[in-house]
């Protein structure tokens, strides 16, 4: 599976970006979607994640109630609304699949992901 990863880039502290992450199979058949991101000198970390059959996204607490993530299988595409973003976000942004399933707590665990998009920048200006 191939992922294409887009819509970073340099916004204002408190601005607003969609990511998108357009996946090359059916994203009917991931059982996990998931959004992560590495700052320089920084491990990557899990911002949020939707687990097929769960009963809604998990989100990392740096991000809870800023970032929202979506997917639209139609679209074979998933979504990161980021708003009220602050400097600290800055990163490169990952969009991440898996096709089975995998449990809540290592929803958001790097580890547990095989395909992974090439990555999106953002910038936030203070």
């Known amino acids: 599976v191939q992922l294409q990863a887009s819509g970073g880039g340099l916004v204002q502290a408190g601005g607003s970006l969609r990511l998108s992450c357009a996946a090359s199979?059916?994203?009917?058949?991931?059982?996990?979607v998931a959004w992560f991101r590495q700052a320089p000198g920084k491990e990557r970390e899990g911002l949020s994640c939707?687990?097929?059959?769960?009963?809604?996204?998990t989100y990392a607490d740096s991000v809870k109630g800023r970032f929202t993530i979506s997917r639209d299988n139609a679209k074979n595409t998933m979504y990161l609304q980021m708003n009220s973003l602050k400097p600290e976000d800055t990163a490169v942004y990952y969009c991440?699949?898996?096709?089975?399933?995998?449990?809540?707590?290592?929803?958001?665990?790097?580890?547990?992901?095989?395909?992974w998009g090439q990555g999106t920048l953002v910038t936030v200006s203070s």
């Open positions: 939707i687990r097929t059959y769960s009963n809604g996204p």
């Open positions: 199979g059916s994203a009917s058949d991931y059982g996990s």
């Open positions: 991440a699949v898996r096709f089975t399933r995998i449990v809540y707590s290592m929803c958001l665990d790097p580890s547990s992901y095989v395909h």
